[in-house]
C-alpha cells in the first residue's frame, strides 16, 4: 500500500528531496526554524530566516501552495500590524510618513516588520511539513518515534473532521433554512444565520464522540499490543549529516543572540 | 463461536429503568438473526452487549451471563473480544477511524492496531474489499463515497478483523435504496463465508427475506423469537410497534388463519396462498 489520498488535506505529492525526507528530520527543521525566529530580535537575521523557508519552500516544489493557503491572510496581517504598529506604538521615533494628523513612525513600522517576518518564518517552516508530507506518514512516524496513539490520533482527527463537520454543518443550516431561516444578504444577516448553527453542531459533535470512542475501543485502538504499520517511511542517506547541522545552527543563533549580534 | 445470554439485565448508570431486562439468546454459529423493536426497546444496547462494549466501556449495572464460547465476556479483554465480534455501527461517521486518507488503509486500521504480520494485513484487506467489492475505490478518500460505499467500507474494515460474529446496529438507516442493497449483499457475503451475522433492523420486508431467526424486542424484553414468519404471525408482535412485512400484514387483515409457517410474506406467496398462482401465471 502507497500513500496516495491527499482529500482532505493541505499534502501536495511531489518528488523532491524535501519530500523524500522522513518526517522527522522535516519535523526538526520546523522546530528548529521556529525556535531561532523567537531567538534572534535583529530585522537582517529574521529576513534571512524568511528568506531560507521561502527557498525550502521553492526547491521543494509547493511555493504555489503556499501562497494560496496563506497569502490573503499575511497581507491581511501585514497591513493591520504596519498601521496599528506604525501609528499608534509609543515612545519617541522619527516619523516615516506624515498623512494629516496621522503619523506613521519608524520604529512602529519596523517593530510590525519584524513581527511580519517572525510570523512568516513560523507559518512557512510549520507548512514546509504539512505540504510535503502525507498526514498518515506524519502522524505514523511521531507514533514510531514513541509518541502515545492517541496524540496521533489527536493530530489527524483535528484535520481529518473537517469533512464530517463540514456535512454536519450543512445538514443544520438547510433544516434552519426550511424552516424559514434567511443565511443570504447583508454580513449582518450572514452573522444572524450562523448562531442557529452553533448549538446544534457543537451538541451533535459532542455526541458523536461517545459513538466514535467505542467504534476505536472495537477496531483495538486502544489495545496495548505492538502495532504493525503497513507502509515504511525511509531515511535519507543526507538525513543525520542535515539533522547535525540544523542543530548546529540552532546552537550558532543562540550564541549570537548571548553576544548580542543576532 | 457460540454467544449465549442467560438472564442478562442491564441498567445504564445513571439511570433507573433497565435498557435490557431478563433476555436469555443462544447465537448459533453461521445463523442470521435479525433484531426488531420500537425506539428504545433496548436494540442497540443488545449489540452493545454482544460486542462486550458493555460491561467493558459502557458502565451500569449488568445482571445475568454473557459467554462467548463459554467464556463470560467480562472476563475477556475488549481487544480480544474485538478479534472474535466485529461490530459494524449505525452511522459509518462513528464507525471509520477519521486519520486514514485511503480505503485501504481505513481497512487496515485495525488489523495495524492488533500488530498482524504485514503480509496478512495486506491479504486480509485485499480480500476485504474484493468481497465488498470496493477493490476498484482502494485509493479513494473514505469520505469521498456514497453513503453505501461508506456502509460498505465499514463493514469491510470489520470483515477484515476474521470476526466469527459480526453484530450491525441499523446500518442501513442512513442509506438510500441503492445503498440499502448493497449493505444487504455484503450481509449476505458475509453469511457466505460462515460468519454468524446480527442484525438490527427496521426494515422488514428485508429482515423476512434473509434471516434465519428473528428476535423481537419490546420494552428490554425478548417478546417473541423464532422464524420471521412465525414471530410475523405472532399476536403480540401487533403490540410492539413495528411494521409487519407489507404481504404478511395484508395477508393477515384478510384473516389469514394459516399456519404461522404458511404466512406470505411477498407477493408471489400471497398470490399462492389465496389461489391467485394461475392467474399469476396468466
Not at chain 2, 175 to 180: I, R, S, V
Not at chain 2, 264 to 273: D, G, R, V
Request: charged letters at 15%; one cysteine or more; a neutral charge.
Amino acid at each position: 500500500m502507497t500513500v496516495s489520498g491527499t482529500s482532505g488535506t493541505l499534502f501536495q505529492a511531489g518528488a523532491s528531496f524535501v519530500h523524500a525526507a522522513h518526517p522527522t528530520t522535516k519535523l526538526l527543521y520546523a522546530v528548529v526554524t521556529i525556535a531561532c525566529s523567537l531567538v534572534v530580535t535583529r530585522l537582517p537575521f529574521l529576513a534571512a530566516l524568511a528568506l531560507s523557508v521561502c527557498v525550502v519552500l521553492y526547491l521543494a516544489g509547493v511555493w504555489r501552495a503556499f501562497l494560496r493557503a496563506t497569502a490573503r491572510y499575511l497581507v491581511l496581517l501585514t497591513f493591520f500590524l504596519l498601521v496599528i504598529q506604525g501609528l499608534f506604538r509609543e515612545g519617541p521615533s522619527a516619523v516615516l510618513l506624515q498623512i494629516g494628523p496621522a503619523s506613521l513612525k519608524t520604529a512602529g513600522v519596523l517593530f510590525a516588520a519584524s513581527m511580519v517576518l517572525r510570523i512568516f518564518t513560523m507559518v512557512g517552516a510549520f507548512l514546509v511539513v504539512v505540504l510535503t508530507t502525507h498526514p498518515a506518514d506524519l502522524v505514523q512516524a511521531i507514533e514510531q518515534a514513541g509518541a502515545s496513539p492517541r496524540v496521533g490520533y489527536l493530530l489527524l482527527a483535528t484535520l481529518q473532521l473537517s469533512p464530517e463537520m463540514v456535512e454536519r454543518a450543512r445538514r443544520i443550516i438547510d433544516a434552519q433554512r426550511s424552516r424559514g431561516l434567511r443565511t443570504d444578504g447583508s454580513l449582518v444577516m450572514r452573522f444572524r444565520g450562523l448562531v442557529p448553527l452553533v448549538g446544534p453542531l457543537f451538541y451533535g459533535s459532542l455526541m458523536s464522540v461517545e459513538a466514535k470512542a467505542m467504534a476505536l475501543t472495537a477496531r483495538g485502538f486502544f489495545t496495548q499490543r505492538r502495532k504493525t504499520w503497513v507502509r515504511t517511511l525511509a531515511h535519507q542517506p543526507w538525513e543525520p549529516a542535515a539533522r547535525i547541522a540544523l542543530g548546529a545552527v540552532f546552537v550558532g543563533v543562540v550564541v549570537l543572540r548571548v553576544l548580542g549580534w543576532a | 463461536m457460540g454467544l449465549t445470554l442467560t438472564h442478562v439485565s442491564f441498567t445504564y448508570q445513571g439511570t433507573a429503568s433497565k435498557a435490557i431486562d431478563d433476555v436469555s439468546l443462544d447465537l448459533q454459529p453461521g445463523r442470521f438473526y435479525g433484531v426488531v423493536g420500537a425506539t428504545g426497546a433496548g436494540k442497540s444496547t443488545l449489540c452493545h452487549i454482544f460486542s462486550g462494549l458493555i460491561p467493558h466501556f459502557l458502565k451500569g449495572s449488568l445482571d445475568g451471563e454473557v459467554a462467548l464460547d463459554g467464556q463470560p465476556t467480562s472476563a475477556i479483554p475488549i481487544d480480544e473480544i474485538a478479534t472474535r465480534v466485529g461490530y459494524v455501527f449505525q452511522n459509518p461517521f462513528d464507525q471509520l477511524s477519521h486519520i486514514t486518507y485511503r480505503v485501504d488503509d481505513e481497512v487496515a486500521f485495525g488489523l495495524q492496531n492488533f500488530g498482524l504480520p504485514r503480509d496478512e494485513i495486506v491479504a486480509r484487506v485485499t480480500h476485504a474489499l474484493e468481497v465488498l467489492r470496493l477493490a476498484d475505490l482502494r485509493d479513494r478518500y473514505p469520505f469521498h463515497l456514497s453513503g453505501g460505499q461508506l456502509q460498505r467500507l465499514a463493514v469491510a474494515s470489520v470483515l477484515a478483523m476474521s470476526p466469527d460474529i459480526v453484530v450491525m446496529d441499523e446500518p442501513t438507516s442512513q442509506l438510500d435504496p441503492q445503498g440499502t442493497r448493497e449493505v444487504f449483499q455484503a450481509v449476505a457475503d458475509l453469511r457466505a463465508s460462515g460468519v454468524t451475522v446480527v442484525l438490527v433492523e427496521h426494515k422488514v420486508d428485508l429482515l423476512a427475506a434473509h434471516v434465519d431467526e428473528l428476535i423481537a424486542l419490546g420494552d428490554g424484553r425478548v417478546v417473541c423469537q423464532g422464524s420471521p414468519r412465525a414471530v410475523f404471525a405472532s399476536p403480540v408482535f401487533g403490540d410492539l410497534g413495528v411494521n409487519r412485512p407489507q404481504m404478511a400484514e395484508l395477508a393477515l387483515q384478510l384473516g389469514f388463519a394459516g399456519e404461522a409457517e404458511a404466512l406470505p410474506l411477498s407477493p408471489t406467496e400471497l398470490m399462492k396462498h389465496y389461489g391467485f398462482e394461475a392467474l399469476h401465471a396468466d
